[in-house]
């Protein structure tokens, strides 16, 4: 018997008993489909992960007041209580001082009341310098950014997040009208392109202001020239770390103290996207091995349903070998079936994961990544464990012999 004949023999016995063949891949289904969509999701919040950082700045170090966290630096109070000041900002923007540095703003935060005609709204207002926009990566979509004379002068104008702008405009142009930030005047000179938001804040629903007005009309704390938190970029991905010794350095001197007791803490973003990046692999890894158990037990259920078939067709086994079929035959005859089950196992498990991937991509709101060569690996998989599977079924169906096996009831 050919390979031609092996093939078209099993598929008539598999398509004798469509309803066992289609349990039996059931389990296949389930776990490449699982492995699938668990991989392609962890993947897909890498991405995510690395876009939203990337957003702010992959080559971003923020400089926060504390030796601890520096939460200070997020928690919209100003720059109450803060240790750093413009003049830290200054040092840090000496090239001689940190040559790995390419650019410095020092920002100041506080909530406040925005409000235009009878429209108003409540928003974090940033008291920043001219290079705020170059060091957050963030480009202004209408009008222009305030000018190094308006940041000198201490000029009453403000740019607008897209979202602040929409609020108060309802989507009419923003740039020239008057806007009112805790009661005090502002004219709107420019509105930022969206960066989107997440789930802890909304880089859309803001107001910058130039850090010597805040000073003047939002006084957060005693000392003017105190600043919440100080950004700064390296020049490159590789000058991050020159970039984040030259800070503590720098500021360690400024501040005449010591590294153990500094009164200021250094966050990268690389370094956050490492974390990130190190958790989704490790819960990916997790899942996905939970995942491929149920192709495991998928490969116990070929093989349970593959002995059952040869008990089933003993005679038949036995009739064959007295035909002059011989082991090797009735061995590839079973061992064709279970890859035939594996294989069209794998492709619907394959055929659910695309689906899978393109439902709960919406409904999720993460792009479930599906790679074509895991793809291809996972049907390699499944076809791998059928053979695998319906080797000792295969085994034991070659081992009878005629005599037996045709006096078999």
């Known amino acids: 018997m050919g390979w ?11 398509t004798a008993r469509r ?9 296949i289904l389930i776990g490449i489909a699982a492995v699938m969509l668990t991989i392609g999701l962890g993947e897909g919040a890498r991405r995510q992960i690395d876009t939203e950082i990337n957003k702010l700045g992959s080559s971003l170090l923020i400089v926060m007041p504390g030796g601890g966290s520096g939460s200070n630096a997020f928690s919209g109070v100003g720059a109450a209580g803060s240790t750093l000041t413009l003049d830290d900002a200054r040092v840090l923007g000496d090239p001689s001082v940190a040559p790995d540095i390419a650019a410095v703003a020092p920002v100041s935060t506080a909530r406040g009341t925005l409000a235009a005609g009878t429209e108003s709204t409540a928003t974090s207002v940033t008291g920043t310098t001219v290079s705020w926009a170059a060091v957050r990566a963030r480009t202004v979509a209408d009008g222009r950014f305030f000018t190094p004379d308006e940041l000198t002068t201490g000029a009453s104008v403000a740019v607008l997040g897209p979202s602040t702008a929409a609020n108060l405009f309802n989507d009419q142009p923003a740039v020239g009208q008057r806007v009112t930030i805790n009661s005090q005047s502002f004219t709107v000179v420019g509105v930022l392109a969206s960066v989107g938001s997440n789930s802890m804040t909304n880089d859309d629903d803001t107001a910058v202001i130039p850090i010597s007005t805040f000073a003047q009309r939002m006084p957060t704390s005693g000392n003017a020239r105190s600043v919440s938190a100080i950004y700064v970029t390296a020049r490159d991905q590789a000058s991050i770390s020159p970039a984040h010794q030259e800070i503590t350095r720098a500021l360690s001197a400024n501040h005449q103290t010591s590294h153990d007791d500094a009164d200021f803490s250094v966050m990268t973003f690389q370094a956050l996207m490492d974390a990130a990046n190190s958790i989704t692999g490790l819960l990916t890894t997790l899942l996905g091995g939970i995942a491929a158990i149920s192709l495991l ?23 064959r070998k007295a035909l002059g079929a011989t082991p090797s035959v009735i061995r590839r005859q079973f061992l064709v079936e279970a890859a035939i089950v594996g294989l069209l196992g794998g492709l619907l498990g394959v055929i659910t994961g695309v689906l899978g991937a393109l439902a709960l991509t919406p409904a999720l709101g993460i792009d479930v990544v599906l790679s074509p060569v895991a793809t291809l690996i996972a049907l390699a998989v499944s076809l791998t464990i059928g053979i695998v599977a319906g080797v000792y079924p295969a085994s034991r169906a070659a081992k009878l012999a005629p005599i037996d096996a045709l006096r078999s009831e």
């Open 4 to 14: 031609l004949e092996t093939v078209r023999t099993a598929w008539e016995a598999l």
């Open 297 to 319: 037990v998928g490969g116990i259920g070929v093989m349970n349903i593959m002995l059952v078939s040869v008990s089933e067709r003993v005679r038949e086994i036995g009739l």
């Open 19 to 27: 309803m066992r063949t289609l349990l039996t891949m059931l389990g």
